[in-house]
């Protein structure tokens, strides 16, 4: 059992992302302990990329300033590495799968087991192509976290059964960004996975607002809250803390 | 080269080539592209949509194309017999029709009433909304700002044709970020909607279906030069972007060993700048776009800007088809730079009165340059893959004259 099950331990978990070095990687390690400080379970850091095709705008933009102001996979290492040094909050990263083959997956898995990174959420590296990453992930301890979506009829038992850290359920069609309304049936989704796994299924795509943490929270194990946590950096740039550990601690308590 | 390839057969999806190939996209796309490959494999041999393709293909594309024998430049050259293979003569005057038309027409088959595509010059762009006209589905093409601007008349077109053209605003504004865009519009709305990929590239089964539709050119080239010559081709070449041209002249030709396959890329402003899309000869393994090919990237594989004169070639990867062409050596892959497929355009124009495509004067270009390593007896055949219309105000401002459209 990995890391990850830490963040499932004690209640609900919220699971909070942020495009590593956005607006730099020193503000980046602030705001992680920051929102860790504030009730975060769970900390999922973006390794920017030059083309994230499951992002909406919001994260788009993340990712360019990120890149701008000169973030690389190593500088992302090393903000991982600085930040589980402080906190004992489980890491992840969110990583397209380019950086990953370039940088050598042996080499990636060994490097992400040396700076506390627990698992990985890989979007275009869907079930049948984990084979090439799994078993050396899984040799350094490191968890592939695999995405269901509501596209996914037929795939759902298959992929859960496999899982590992947690299933990633993703709320709506289309990229990441703040949703007003989440029209899947959500609950019978999330339920359909828990009959096939025990492992943890945490809610992410479109949720933003306390109201939907309490109630995604009465039928899944935890969400994952990436746009809202981005444009609160947007907006504040190096004055984001404050901010965010209001908006962390309002959305743990909704689903306390 | 930091990069492993680490193969366990057992676990892998479908469409390899080689180590490359694959379904690398999002999970909320994995049931559709299934259900794609499905209907694919079931409609490819159905006698009905054969025939109702071949219909369009013969009286609305107006294939088969003209395999033209082109005496002067063979004689100005004075290596081998050069054959034009002229897809510019094609409907909405390009190769990229014979994909279009096969994919609308499976996209009715599965029910869907809605395509969508990029386009870098916009002829796969014209062709997938002259298609959507004719099948009556609604259609939406993303292309990059930027290229909407050196292309407008081309966007005017797609208008035309009753299609929303949407610039994309992301990225470099070129290529890569309007199949980026069309990407995240089909996962966000994947019930009506196929996406009808231009090229050679993308995840399975998209370089399979792009591959098969255009290997009617190789196959016509066969049997054309039987025809006329009673033997095969000695070289086949073509231009290579995404790789749909090259793949469909090369494709008839691969299990037969003497016939040479060339490949020619876009070299930009030379490939000893960081001005070109020489994916081939700069490029290293990697994974974007749905599939593991080889890619224009940076040491932490973020995916490069390229540059060429030809909207159509702008493109940071091949298709994987190409890339294990190229890694077991049946096929050879040439830069060639603007400045070569500038002055082979008007050498075309010129020596045989043919004003073609610039992506297709690549290709030229790069014969200019070997056609003394064949003998007289030889045969050449290039792909002239589409006409030039859309690049006479490009190349006029690339000469310093202020050419208006």
């Given amino acids: ?256 | 080269m930091s990069s492993e390839v680490t193969q366990n057969p057992e676990t892998q999806a479908a469409g390899r080539y080689g180590e490359f190939g694959g379904q690398y996209i999002p999970e909320t796309l994995m049931n559709e592209i299934i259900a794609l490959e499905t209907a694919y494999e079931r409609f490819k041999d159905d006698p009905e949509f054969q025939t109702e393709l071949d219909m369009l293909l013969r009286e609305y594309a107006g294939r088969p194309s003209r395999l033209y024998y082109a005496a002067k430049m063979t004689d100005d050259l004075g290596g081998p017999r050069i054959w034009l293979k002229r897809e510019d003569l094609n409907h909405t005057g390009s190769h990229k029709i014979n994909n279009v038309l096969g994919q609308c027409l499976l996209a009715k088959r599965m029910g869907k009433t809605r395509v969508i595509a990029e386009t870098g010059a916009g002829q796969h762009g014209v062709a997938c909304a002259t298609a959507a006209a004719l099948l009556d589905l609604e259609c939406e093409i993303f292309m990059g700002k930027e290229d909407t601007e050196r292309q407008a008349l081309n966007v005017y077109r797609m208008e035309l044709l009753g299609a929303k053209v949407n610039p994309v605003t992301s990225g470099t504004m070129t290529l890569k970020d309007a199949v980026n865009e069309a990407m995240r519009e089909w996962a966000s709305r994947v019930s009506d909607t196929l996406y009808v990929l231009g090229s050679v590239m993308g995840p399975h089964p998209f370089p399979m279906i792009v591959r098969d539709f255009q290997s009617v050119i190789a196959k016509e080239i066969r049997s054309q030069l039987e025809a006329k010559a009673g033997k095969l081709p000695d070289a086949v070449v073509a231009c290579v972007g995404g790789g749909s041209t090259a793949m469909g002249t090369f494709y008839d030709f691969i299990d037969e060993p003497s016939v040479r396959l060339i490949g020619c890329e876009a070299a930009g402003r030379g490939i000893d700048t960081d001005q070109h899309a020489a994916t081939i000869t700069k490029g290293e393994p990697g994974v974007f776009h749905g599939m593991k090919s080889l890619f224009l990237q940076d040491s932490d594989g973020q995916i490069a800007p390229v540059y060429s004169i030809s909207a159509g070639l702008d493109y940071p990867g091949i298709g994987p088809e190409h890339a294990e062409l190229h890694a077991t050596g049946r096929a050879e892959y040439v830069p060639v730079t603007d400045e070569e497929a500038v002055q082979a355009f008007e050498y075309l124009a010129r020596t045989e009165g043919i004003i073609c495509a610039i992506e297709s004067a690549h290709a030229v270009a790069h014969v200019r340059k070997i056609a003394q390593e064949f003998d007289a007896d030889q045969d050449l055949v290039i792909c002239l893959s589409g006409r030039g219309d859309k690049d006479v105000a490009a190349i006029a401002r690339y000469r310093g004259k202020d050419v208006h459209e």
């Fill in chain 1, 1 to 256: 059992m990995s890391d990850i099950s830490k963040a499932f331990a004690d209640g609900k978990a919220f699971i909070a992302f942020l495009t590593g070095g956005d607006p730099t990687l020193a503000a980046s390690e602030r705001y992680l302990v920051a929102m860790a400080e504030a009730g975060a379970d769970l900390l999922e850091i973006g390794i920017p990329f030059s083309d994230p095709i499951a992002e909406g705008p919001v994260i788009q933009a993340a990712n360019i300033r990120a890149l701008s102001a000169g973030a690389n996979v190593d500088g992302i290492f090393e903000l991982a590495r600085r930040v589980h040094a402080k906190i004992d909050t489980p890491l992840v990263f969110l990583t397209y799968l380019n950086p990953v083959f370039h940088y050598g997956y042996e080499r990636f898995c060994e490097r992400c087991r040396e700076c506390g990174v627990s698992g990985l959420i890989i979007p275009d590296l869907p079930y049948e192509e984990q084979g090439e990453l799994k078993p050396i992930a899984a040799k350094h301890g490191i968890d592939i976290i695999t995405l269901i979506a509501p596209t996914s009829e037929g795939r759902e038992a298959q992929i859960a059964k496999d899982a590992t850290g947690f299933v990633y359920a993703v709320s709506s069609l289309g990229v990441t960004g703040v949703r007003s309304e989440i029209t899947t049936d959500l609950a019978r989704m999330v339920g359909d996975i828990k009959k096939q796994t025990d492992t943890p299924v945490a809610v992410g795509f479109g949720v933003h607002s306390p109201e939907q943490a309490a109630e995604i929270g009465a039928f899944a194990d935890g969400v994952i809250v990436g746009s809202k946590i981005v444009s609160i950096i947007a907006e504040q740039g190096e004055d984001a803390e404050v901010p965010l550990r209001e908006y962390v601690a309002s959305m743990k308590n909704a689903l306390s």
